[in-house]
């Protein structure tokens, strides 16, 4: 009988721009290299923010696609620092629009089949984790793949928080 090889393993890593993010993004590339896995650079705008009442945008589209711009020239960068420090090329960014919690959760995962979630343990907003609790606690409880959270840097020391 003939056993089929595996695809190669592919790691989601949501980012923000928040330090804990691109620890954690260190860290996927780290795994990767040494699993020879795929890794998918994930951004996510969240839209929700800018509906009123009727479901009109409450921003122009102007804004949005600025936002856009300033997200892929983001994941371009965090992909040229993986190329420049780690020498790992095997990345591709993404750009999505809509809730953080179900595309990292459930629909990315669906269209890319990764097998891995890795993300920092909090990420910038501060007032979102308030009122509707963490996007990683969430993640952590409902993805359809395995979690890791990063809580420490590429040598495993705890990151210091800022004063």
């Not at 949501?14 to 780290?30: I, L, N, Q, W």
């Not at 892929?72 to 790992?88: G, I, M, P, Q, V």
């Not at 007032?127 to 840097?153: K, P």
Request: charged letters at 30%; glycine letters at 4%; hydrophobic letters at 40%.
């Amino acid at each position: 009988m003939r056993i089929l090889a595996k695809e190669k393993e592919s790691i989601l890593v949501p980012v923000d721009g928040s330090e804990t993010a691109e620890r954690a993004f260190d860290k996927a590339v780290k795994i990767a290299m040494t699993d020879h896995a795929h890794v998918d650079v994930l951004n996510v705008i969240d839209t929700r923010q800018f509906m009123g009442e009727m479901q009109d945008t409450l921003i122009s589209g102007d804004t949005i696609y600025q936002m856009t711009q300033d997200a892929e020239e983001y994941l371009k960068s965090l992909k040229k620092w993986a190329h420049d420090n780690f020498d790992f090329d095997d990345i591709d960014y993404h750009i999505r629009y809509g809730s953080p919690k179900r595309i990292i959760s459930y629909d990315f995962i669906k269209d890319h089949e990764n097998t891995l979630i890795v993300m920092g343990a909090t990420g910038l907003n501060a007032v979102e984790r308030m009122l509707m609790g963490s996007v990683t606690e969430y993640v952590n409880q409902h993805a359809l793949a395995d979690v890791l959270i990063v809580r420490t840097d590429i040598n495993n020391n705890p990151l210091k928080p800022k004063a």
